[in-house]
């Protein structure tokens, strides 16, 4: 029984991850989700297809590369230290590099979070008052704690100071990339193309100047999961808590990264069934309990602070329904029915709660009586987030202003826009592709803890199919499949150099015979 739930549950993982990817690598290579520039502020996805010849052609420029360096001996020669050393300082400077010349400032959102951390400076509470921001989105308390200890350190509303601090855990994810890849591949020429790839992931940088915690949250969750990996190896349970601190910090800054909490329980709950650990299970408890404590801590602190209880904000079903409605910018995106709804009613949750329960079993009947419409809706909502390659990194830096050099204003409304838009493209289809190449190849040798990462992106799939959608949000899962990637090109350029070297001998062996018989 024990050993039919586990195959269950890894099958599971493996097959869904294994058929979503397929999905992905067709659509990235025969199609595209992008923004038009014209249309930037109304975030409208549009659709084009793609020259799927210009894809594979990428692809196949990519892998003989990879060969001709695989038969030089180059990947196992070079030293994965420095490279990491290399690839993590290039990041960052580049990373800063775009604060200081791109010019952004921030707005919808970042705009909000920013001045509200920034009157807490002054210990001014106005905006935990009943009706708004923070009783509204209490789930940016985590996020608004940091940038009030920036704000402190620094003085004034100074954007840059999370800028900088976003640059450095744009370093950070990139190590973490990297010693995630050694502990699960256990391959050199993996660890030197994931360190490769992430260098050259243009949207890590270009997400310096979001100030919304996504990189900064990343990190702490890759962290989280690689000293849980520490755990795994050495079963001390001090791992295990550090673990917990660290997704919890990560969970504060981003709520979606609740999505790898729950992947890490599923991890040690296979591994305490499968190994029989009461220290799995322990761990299990205690990231939940780590998470549950640092959340309540933190809005207790601020509570006591500001005077005001801070309520749970718009229920969660208001957000389920968006996603299940069409709208001005793509279907399942946001079209203000969650805000408008909650600000209706007084920011009643309970007949918030009821309308969004009342416009989902709309929604679900209009899905039952057209099922043609149903499918539409759901591939546009899907592709719209997981075929728009640049994940709105050019988007996110759409409000700037000031001199600018030729290079910065052709990023922003030139030739470079458009190259850039277009690499990110290749790239996409690169990773889609060998993810799941890696996927097939070791279809009967993946063990639980090397499908943790795609258990991560199928959730990921899962919660913003039923949640709002954004490509915004995606990125986090994209940048999860690098580690994947990596081992899907290190393994494919393995089989094609031993198929070309086989194919090489053959021919001297045909050239020797026909001299021989002469």
Known sequence: MKNLILRGAKGTVFWLSLIFMLFLTAVSLVSTAYFNQADFYGEHPRYRMDNILINLVFIFLVLAVLVFLNAKGILEKIPVKGLAAAAVLFVIAVSILWVRVSHTYPEADQKAVSWVSYLMTQNNF???????????????????????????????????????????????????????????????????????????????????????????GLAFALAAFYVLLVFLEKGRIGYAVLSGILIGISILVKNNYSIFLVAMVILLLYQALEKKSWKAVLAAVILVLAFAGLNRGLTAFYEYRSGMEIGSGMPKTLWVAMGMQEGERAEGWYNEFNYNTFLETGCDAEESDAIAKASIADSLEKFKNDPAYALNFY????????????????????????????????????????????????????????????????????????????????????????????????????????????????????????????????????????????
């Not at 009967?444 to 949000?473: D, N």
């Not at 090109?489 to 086989?502: G, H, N, P, Q, V």
Request: charged share 20%; hydrophobic share 45%.
């Open 126 to 216: 106005l905006f935990f008052e009943p009706e708004k921001y923070m009783q509204i989105y209490p789930n940016q308390l985590g996020l608004a704690a940091i940038l009030e200890a920036l704000y402190r350190i620094t003085g004034g509303e100074n954007w840059d100071a999370f800028r900088y601090l976003t640059a450095a855990a744009n370093g950070a994810v990139v190590y973490l990339l990297y010693k995630i890849t050694d502990r699960q591949f256990h391959s050199r020429k993996a660890d030197c193309l994931v360190l490769i790839g992430s260098a050259c992931c243009v949207q890590i940088i270009l997400y310096t100047t979001f100030l919304y915690g996504i990189m900064l």
């Open 379 to 518: 591939y546009k909502k899907t592709v719209s987030q997981w075929n728009e390659p640049t994940c709105e990194a050019l988007w996110v830096n759409q409000f700037h202003s000031g001199e600018f050099s030729r290079i910065v204003q052709s990023i922003y409304d030139g030739k470079l826009y458009t190259v850039l838009e277009e690499y990110m493209n290749l790239f996409q289809s690169l990773v889609y592709g060998a993810v799941l190449f890696l996927l097939w190849k070791r279809k009967k040798s993946w063990s639980m803890e090397q499908l943790f990462l795609p258990l991560v992106i199928l959730g990921g799939f899962f919660f913003h199919t039923l949640w709002e959608a954004k490509s915004q949000y995606i990125f986090p899962y994209f940048v999860c499949l690098l580690p994947c990637a990596a081992a899907g090109l290190a393994e494919a350029s393995d089989i094609l150099k031993k198929r070309t070297a086989e194919k090489i001998r053959s021919k001297k062996e045909r050239i020797r015979k026909n001299a021989e018989e002469r």
